[in-house]
């Protein structure tokens, strides 16, 4: 989702010489096929988007793998574009980085300051683990590697498996299919009393563009919206979006995982890079995405 946002925000923005593989192309968990893409195409510039992802329940459950494939993702890419000159790299992580219990908005100083959320520790650790690399080649080499740490993302490309994804997409889905099949309720998971802040994956793409052109930093950069909404006003957008007239029942045996996560967006603001899309407008517009590509999404 994140990459092709970001592919698509330099198409439309005439930039040219852009260099992608889709991971059956260039399986980035591979040192060497990493380190040979990196010696043959010598890239100036790099979005490090590549991340294994997904909602809460796949987080707790394949912790190896969040763990492992983020960690050795990050690794290869990051010494590789060290090895071959890079000008400059901007890695992508997470507003998981944070403590569980951290005050909010989340501040950037706030990394490493208390425990982190279990059901995605491992993910999360990955993720500090490469603000750290960043940090280190910076500090040792001397290279212009910076980090941003967006938000919850949602947009075209998204991930609509149930069981994997991240919850506005599951919902969409939800709602979508309880409509189309008359249901009289959906499932939603924990209590809906989390709050989550959302951000349109185009939004997020214009942010790292702009970083990229513009920080040149050691301070990772939160990325978000600075606005909230507790999971049930979510799951009502979704609904009214949608047009489903059912009931909510919700499924507390489901985690709820973080209380609250509102990103601290005043960096980022003073930089001078603003979002532009609103929450009921992405939905609406991530809504007619999902029509509109229900067959590749649900397949
Ligand atoms: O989006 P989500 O899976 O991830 O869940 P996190 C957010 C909230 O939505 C949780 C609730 O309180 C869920 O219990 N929720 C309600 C649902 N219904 C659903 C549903 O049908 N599906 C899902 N998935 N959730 C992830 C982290 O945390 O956020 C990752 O695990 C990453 O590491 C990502 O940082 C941004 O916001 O809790």
């Known amino acids: 989702m994140v990459g092709s946002a970001i592919v698509r925000y330099l198409n439309a923005h005439g930039y040219q010489n852009i260099v992608a593989r889709t991971s059956s192309e260039l399986d980035l968990r591979n040192q060497e096929a990493v380190a040979t893409f990196f010696a043959d195409e010598k890239p100036d510039y790099v979005f490090l988007a590549?991340?294994?992802?997904?909602?809460?329940?796949?987080?707790?459950?394949?912790?190896?793998?969040?763990?492992?494939?983020?960690?050795?993702?990050?690794?290869?890419?990051?010494?590789?574009a060290y090895q071959n000159g890079v000008k400059k790299l901007l890695f992508l992580g997470s507003s998981c980085i944070y403590p569980k219990m951290a005050p909010q908005p989340l501040k950037e100083d706030y990394l490493l300051s208390g425990f982190l959320e279990p059901?995605?520790?491992?993910?999360?650790?990955?993720?500090?683990?490469?603000?750290?690399?960043?940090?280190?080649?910076?500090?040792?080499?001397?290279?212009?590697?910076?980090?941003a740490m967006p938000t919850n993302l949602y947009g075209p490309n998204d991930n609509y498996d149930l069981q994997g994804s991240h919850v506005l997409p599951a919902l969409i889905r939800k709602f979508h299919e309880a409509k189309v099949n008359n249901q009289e309720f959906v499932e939603v998971w924990g209590t809906g009393s989390p709050f989550r802040e959302f951000m349109h994956a185009d939004d997020l793409a214009e942010a790292?563009?702009?970083?990229?052109?513009?920080?040149?930093?050691?301070?990772?950069v939160n990325v978000g919206t600075g606005d909230e909404v507790t999971i049930k006003e979510l799951a009502e957008l979704v609904k009214e979006t949608v047009g489903f007239e059912g009931e909510l029942r919700w499924n507390t045996d489901k985690p709820d995982g973080t209380p609250r996560?509102?990103?601290?967006?005043?960096?980022?603001?003073?930089?001078?890079?603003?979002?532009?899309?609103?929450?009921?407008?992405g939905l609406a517009a991530t809504y007619q995405d999902f029509l509109k590509n229900e067959e590749v999404y649900v397949s």
């Open 50 to 80: 590549a991340a294994k992802v997904g909602g809460i329940l796949a987080n707790n459950i394949y912790r190896a793998e969040f763990l492992y494939d983020n960690l050795i993702i990050e690794a290869n890419i990051i010494h590789s």
């Open 119 to 147: 059901t995605n520790e491992p993910y999360a650790i990955a993720k500090i683990a490469g603000i750290k690399l960043c940090e280190a080649y910076r500090s040792q080499y001397g290279a212009n590697f910076v980090s």
């Open 208 to 220: 790292c563009v702009y970083l990229m052109n513009n920080y040149d930093g050691e301070q990772f």
């Open 261 to 281: 996560k509102l990103m601290d967006v005043s960096r980022l603001h003073d930089m001078g890079y603003k979002h532009r899309i609103g929450l009921r407008e």
